[in-house]
């Protein structure tokens, strides 16, 4: 009998972390203030920064805003590549 598997059926696709797009941009508009969004990307340094702006002077919820935007307005893969994979940590 002829096998009709294909040659790469035992061979996955190279695993890689889920996008947080999505969820990193709701959080930076909505809790910008907390640096909320930055915790959950890994950015804790920089997520007690924008906690300590946000109740100092309340520019953190700008920049929440800001960078909410910027996270859902580029494409899955440049978030992943700038975000996720370059570990940028502002804008």
């Known amino acids: 009998m002829e096998n009709t598997k294909p040659e790469a059926w035992n061979n996955p696709p190279s695993v890689r ?9 709701i959080f930076a508009i ?13 950015y804790t340094k920089e997520g007690v920064i924008q906690l300590v702006l946000g109740c100092m002077c309340g520019i953190g919820g700008l920049i929440g ?3 909410g935007i910027i996270y859902l307005t580029k494409t899955d893969e440049e978030f992943y590549q700038t975000y996720q994979v370059g570990q940028k940590p502002w804008f």
């Open 17 to 25: 972390q889920e996008n947080k797009k999505i969820v990193s941009g």
């Open 30 to 42: 909505l809790l910008g203030t907390l640096g909320i969004h930055k915790f959950y990307l890994g």
């Open 65 to 67: 805003l800001i960078e």
